[in-house]
């Protein structure tokens, strides 16, 4: 497990764990499988459904493959959502969004990227494509800009921020001067 992996597992473990069990959990854009395996270790949680739109060589769990579009579930069909490092990588991160948000019925976790300026998008395309590259995974750069996403999910949505660490420590050293550009953020539904 890398020590950015590690950073993270630690930062949802802690979102989550003052939750208590949290029931069905989407994992959206679940990757080679690593945050499906691995959370459920860390924090009570019932069954993770993996969802992406290929399946890697070497996944550690088995995704539900879909078309990138409408995601194959109905309204409300988990109790947690989240996407890790994937809203950015979709076609229109806010399609991508709102239909995670639709597969919820209480929790919204994100852990992604905000940018303000050309600056912050140079330093994340640069870093998405060092990180992303090599496993063929494409890199459109529509990362957050000026808190986009956390807005609409807040102001025109109504979900209740209940967890929020900005920057997110997920390097060290040199790298370390990135992380005002990571956040993880917790929000519950509206009325849930």
């Excluded at 890398?2 to 949290?22: D, H, Q, V, W």
């Excluded at 493959?65 to 994937?86: C, H, K, N, S, W």
């Excluded at 976790?109 to 998008?121: M, V």
């Excluded at 807005?151 to 209740?160: A, H």
Aim: net charge negative.
């Amino acid at each position: 497990m890398s020590k950015y992996r590690t950073r993270i597992i630690n930062e949802l473990t802690s979102a989550l764990t003052p939750l208590g069990p949290i029931g069905a959990t989407l994992d959206f854009g679940s990757g080679d499988g690593f945050f499906a395996d691995q959370l459920p270790r860390q924090v009570s949680l019932g069954s993770v459904t993996p969802v992406d739109v290929v399946e890697r060589t070497h996944s550690l769990v088995k995704p539900i493959i879909y078309a990138g579009d409408r995601l194959p579930f109905t309204d409300g069909q988990f109790e947690l959502a989240y996407a890790i490092d994937v809203l950015h990588h979709c076609p229109d991160p806010m399609s991508a969004l709102v239909d995670l948000t639709r597969c919820t019925s209480r929790y919204l976790l994100i852990k992604d990227h905000n940018q303000n300026g050309p600056i912050g998008q140079f330093v994340l395309s640069v870093l998405d494509e060092i990180g992303n590259r090599r496993f063929g995974i494409p890199s459109p750069y529509l990362y957050q800009h000026n808190w986009a996403w956390v807005d609409w999910l807040e102001q025109s949505q109504g979900f209740k921020r209940i967890h929020f660490v900005h920057p997110m420590p997920c390097h060290t050293g040199l790298l370390g001067l990135t992380n005002r550009l990571q956040f993880v953020g917790l929000w519950e539904r509206p009325g849930a």
